[in-house]
C-alpha cells in the first residue's frame, strides 16, 4: 500500500524555520517526483514546490523562492523541505504527494498533511 506521511510541522515564529519529512512507503521512491503543496483556510491549494525523481530538477513558487528548499533520499524513503526565514503567509497545512509522471499539479497521491503556523 503506497503511502505518504508528512511530519515536522508546528508553531514557529516570524523569521524561524522547520524542516518537513515527507516520509513514505509501499513504492520504490526513486521512480517518483515529489510535489509539496499548502493549503490555507479559505483558500485554494498552492504548489509550493517539487523535485524530480532523480533529485536533479526542483522548482519552486515565486513565493517560497531562496527560503525554501526541497531535497531527497530516495535511501532513505524520505523527501524533506527545508523552509527558512517563515512568514505569517506560509501558515498553511503542508502537503506531499507523489506522481510517477513527473512534476504535476494533481499527483496521483498524497500524505494526510501536516500543519504549519507562523505566529508571534
Known amino acids: 500500500q503506497l503511502q505518504l506521511v508528512e511530519s515536522g510541522g508546528g508553531l514557529v515564529q516570524p523569521g524561524g524555520s522547520l524542516r518537513l519529512s515527507c516520509a513514505t512507503s509501499?513504492?520504490?521512491?526513486?521512480?517518483?517526483?515529489i510535489g509539496w503543496f499548502r493549503q490555507a483556510p479559505g483558500k485554494e491549494r498552492e504548489g509550493v514546490s517539487c523535485?524530480?525523481?532523480?533529485?536533479?530538477?526542483?522548482n519552486y513558487a515565486d513565493s517560497v523562492k531562496g527560503r525554501f528548499t526541497v531535497s531527497r533520499d530516495n535511501t532513505k524513503n524520505t523527501v524533506y523541505l527545508q523552509m527558512n526565514d517563515l512568514k505569517p503567509e506560509d501558515t498553511a497545512v503542508y502537503y506531499c504527494?507523489?506522481?510517477?509522471?513527473?512534476?504535476?499539479?494533481?499527483?496521483?497521491?498524497w500524505g494526510q498533511g501536516t500543519q504549519v503556523t507562523v505566529s508571534l
Open positions: 504527494a507523489a506522481d510517477d509522471f513527473g512534476c504535476d499539479d494533481d499527483p496521483d497521491y
Open positions: 509501499g513504492f520504490t521512491l526513486a521512480y517518483y517526483a
Open positions: 523535485i524530480s525523481s532523480s533529485g536533479g530538477d526542483t
